[in-house]
């Protein structure tokens, strides 16, 4: 079993920038994948970022392509994301992801262990 803890969530203006950690439980889960997905109320989860195993090959979603970054040290079980020029859209529980494999998926089927997220909420 593989626990995921995220942190450095909080409440920004628009413009301002954040940067989101999550740590698994461990050590093995520096050989998967890891993804950050996120769920605004009223909306399904989406998939945001992801990384391999190795801290290359970012994925991103179209939304945050430019703003945000996906970080992580060669084999590494922690992952982070920067967020920059956040936007009121932005708004959302942000959800740090394991995936089965060793590579990153914008598909949230392919991650099999989820933190418990943590709130972003961008003010206009």
């Known amino acids: 079993q593989v626990q995921l803890v995220e942190s450095g969530g909080g409440l920004v203006q628009t413009g301002d920038s954040l940067r989101l950690s999550c740590t698994a439980s461990?050590?093995?889960?520096?050989?998967?994948?890891m993804g950050w997905f996120r769920q605004a109320p009223g909306k399904e989860r989406e998939f945001v970022a992801a990384?391999?195993?190795?801290?290359?090959?970012?994925l991103y979603s179209d939304a945050v392509k430019g703003r945000f970054t996906i970080f992580r040290e060669y084999g590494q079980s922690k992952v982070d994301l920067q967020m920059n020029n956040l936007q009121p859209e932005d708004t959302a529980i942000y959800y740090c992801?394991?995936?089965?494999?060793?590579?990153?998926?914008?598909?949230?089927?392919?991650?099999?262990?989820w933190g418990q997220g943590t709130q972003v909420t961008v003010s206009s």
């Open positions: 990384i391999n195993w190795r801290g290359g090959s970012p």
């Open positions: 461990r050590r093995t889960a520096s050989n998967n994948g």
């Open positions: 992801a394991a995936a089965r494999s060793s590579y990153g998926s914008s598909s949230a089927s392919q991650y099999n262990y």
